[in-house]
């Protein structure tokens, strides 16, 4: 094996979606600034994203009113310091991305807002149900166009370096080969981790790994129980592919109604917002039903919109089709499946984590912004707002003094098939086991059968590789037990964590954050 390359940059930013894009773009004004990318650089969950971003620019809204939505949804646990940022700096990171060249959809030359559930009004900005793909484009063309970012695509961070307790890079593995990056402030923005589920609308880059390497690092994670289930996903029967495509909530936000398979509404007898009930009360009626009726499946039935299904709804309309389901006739065979996470790696307002210059911001960060339940549309909004903000704090490190020489990786490339095929074949049980045991919802019985099962796997973490998809098993066995530890330490149910045991909320535990952190 030749020695590895070190790299040296000002900034290093892991991540393509629009926390990464939007950090190393303001960073990139403040020195050497490269992002990494695990796959090619659309490769991301923003790309798939569809609804919308959330911003309170409607004549008759005001960040107040956003800020009450968002504190409902996250039933009890937000950040309400948090929220507030979010709610009065995303306007203006709104309107930035539109100067940029973002084009979202409008209506007689006004920007044109939809309702989604649980927003007391409409101030969903999208551009048809591909928005994530435009936000991708204005950000990813201003930075090819500014030329100021190294983008390096391909690549997996593997760990990160620690020196006298401070983060001063990572190494990662580029075409089977090791590097080693080198920078005063590295940036987590690896999003989310739904490909620990079985079932989830997740891109195959989304295994957590951020959690991993932060949490190995050293750094606290918090929040590990909150996993947003998305109520209303393709279902396709046995044909079910590794990341399942999402009904947006916009189609319910535009009047679309859930009938179970008899052909019956049924979500005015759970929540009188009925369909535009919160996410985790919609999915969990929905799974109620599913069990009621003994079926895999629920009905979106659009019969009664009163707009054009194909210009308004293009990419779900085309989708559809394809699995013979023409959505301007036909009920949607839907069902939940993993969406977001609302954990992660703890940070502060600034997107600093507990390790000093290392940040975190996006769906791998949690600073408690969208408490037990993240609100419709606002996941985008806090990937721009806050990494709006860590580029800030993270612009102002110091140069590193007296750099101790880096112990390089040295793993060999392959191991052998049986192995290889063995740590395979867990992750599918895995996953299995997470939707079984830590999905919608769970119970003490549960959870220790997963926590067991993780146990007695745990020779994989010791098998020694730069293989990338045997380093993300690794990560997502660890990111599991976070998930499955801090489900079974939270005696209570609240936003999308639902204990069949504890089904009440505990109003001691009202501003509980459970947090972990590696024993020394
Ligand atoms: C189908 C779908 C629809 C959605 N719709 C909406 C919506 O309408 N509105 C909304 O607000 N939210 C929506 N969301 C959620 C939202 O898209 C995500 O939460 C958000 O885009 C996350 O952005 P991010 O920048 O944090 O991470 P991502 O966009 O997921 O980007 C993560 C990046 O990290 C890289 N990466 C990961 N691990 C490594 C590693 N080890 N080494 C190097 N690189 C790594 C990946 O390659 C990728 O570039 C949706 C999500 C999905 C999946």
Known sequence: MSDPTIISADFLVIGSGIAGLTAARKLSQHGKTILISKSHLRESATQYAQGGIAAALQKDDAPKHHFDDTINAGDGLCNEEAVKILVEEGPERVRELIELGAKFDTKDGELDFTKEAAHGKRRILHAGDATGREIEKALGSAILNEGLVSLIPNTMITQLIIQNGQCIGCHAIQNQMPVTYIAKATILATGGCGQLYSHNTNPPIATGDGITLAYQAGATVQDMEFTQFHPTTLYLGDKKPI??????????GEGALLR?????????????????????????????????????????????LKLDIQTRFPTIYKRCLEAKIDITR??????PA???????????????????????????????V????RLASNSLLDGLVFGHRLAIKASQSTAIKNLNSIIKQQKPNTIDAETHSGILSFKQALRDRMWQYAAIVRDKMGLETLLNFIQKNKDILSVQTLQPEIIEVQNMLIVSELIAKSALERTESRGSHYRLDYPQKNDTTRQYHHRMTKPK
């Not at 036909?330 to 069902?335: E, H, N, R």
Request: proline share 5%.
């Open 338 to 368: 993993a969406h977001y996470f609302m954990g992660g790696i703890q940070t502060d307002l600034w997107g600093q984590t507990t390790i000093p210059r290392l940040f975190a911001g996006g769906e791998v960060a949690c600073l408690g």
């Open 260 to 304: 179970n398979i008899h052909g019956e509404r049924f979500m005015p007898t759970y929540h009188p917002d009925a369909e535009l009930a919160p996410r985790d009360i919609v999915a969990r009626a929905i799974f109620s039903e599913m069990q009621k009726t003994n079926a895999q499946h629920v009905y979106l039935d659009l019969s009664q």
């Open 330 to 335: 036909d009920f949607i065979p839907v069902a």
């Open 243 to 252: 990341s399942i495509f999402l009904i947006s909530e916009a189609v319910r």
């Open 370 to 373: 969208h408490g037990a339940n």
